[in-house]
T-cell receptor, first 117, second 112 residues
Framework: GAVVSQHPSWVICKSGTSVKIECRSL??????MFWYRQFPKQSLMLMAT?????????EQGVEKDKFLINHASLTLSTLTVTSAHPEDSSFYIC?????????????FGNGTRLTVT | LAKTTQPISMDSYEGQEVNITCSHN???????ITWYQQFPSQGPRFIIQ?????VTNEVASLFIPADRKSSTLSLPRVSLSDTAVYYC?????????????WGLGTSLAVNP
């Protein structure tokens, strides 16, 4: 089946530093990937849609300058949390689908637990 | 994008069949129904997907009535490892539109 790999699985950083999270589609190409954030006991919240070769599309309320997304190849999208603050601590998850048709469900990475101290 | 309504939580015992029903009254013609499972600190895992009638795979069955305003995920003979949050999502995934609205899901607790 389709596999989405996310790295790192957890990271601890100091306030003010930047953190990069990678999302790879291992056995398929993905022109579009999605980034989510999930707080404890809450549901997934879509942050942005990553488009290969073009700018990402951000959801309302998500700062594009704070959450930089780069989708430079058909198998890799990165999310960089810039100048991280404790309130950015969360569980970040990416997803992608092997095809564009309606029968191609999303597959998710295992998430990245970010803790900003 | 259609919203869904599911029970917040359910309890069951090992070996029982568990049925989780999801309401999606505003489902559109092009929408598919997809169920995901999520364990703590992990990404959601695809379980099953359907459009109408019944779909069955190696882990679950999905029942969808003719009006498609609801769907029921059926987990046969659950075990402790099925304790997780289950999400029902409805959306049109044609083309690049894969924006799905995630509700709170159903937290299933399987007891010994």
């Amino acid at each position: 089946g389709a596999v989405v790999s996310q790295h790192p699985s957890w990271v601890i950083c100091k306030s003010g530093t930047s953190v990069k999270i990678e999302c790879r589609s291992l056995d398929f190409q993905a022109t579009t990937m999605f980034w989510y954030r999930q707080f404890p006991k809450q549901s997934l919240m879509l942050m942005a849609t990553s488009n290969e070769g073009s700018k990402a599309t951000y959801e309302q309320g998500v700062e594009k300058d704070k959450f930089l997304i780069n989708h430079a190849s058909l198998t890799l999208s990165t999310l960089t949390v810039t100048s991280a603050h404790p309130e950015d601590s969360s569980f970040y998850i990416c997803s992608a689908a092997p095809g564009q048709g309606a029968r191609s469900p999303l597959h998710f990475g295992n998430g990245t637990r970010l803790t900003v101290t | 994008l259609a919203k869904t309504t599911q029970p917040i939580s359910m309890d069951s015992y090992e070996g029982q069949e568990v049925n989780i029903t999801c309401s999606h009254n505003n489902i559109a013609t092009n929408d598919y129904i997809t169920w995901y499972q999520q364990f703590p600190s992990q990404g959601p895992r695809f379980i099953i997907q359907g459009y109408k009638t019944k779909v069955t795979n190696e882990v679950a069955s999905l029942f969808i009535p003719a009006d498609r305003k609801s769907s029921t995920l059926s987990l046969p003979r659950v075990s402790l490892s099925d304790t997780a949050v289950y999400y029902c999502l409805v959306g049109d995934r044609a083309g690049n539109n894969r924006k799905l609205i995630w509700g709170l899901g159903t937290s299933l607790a399987v007891n010994p």
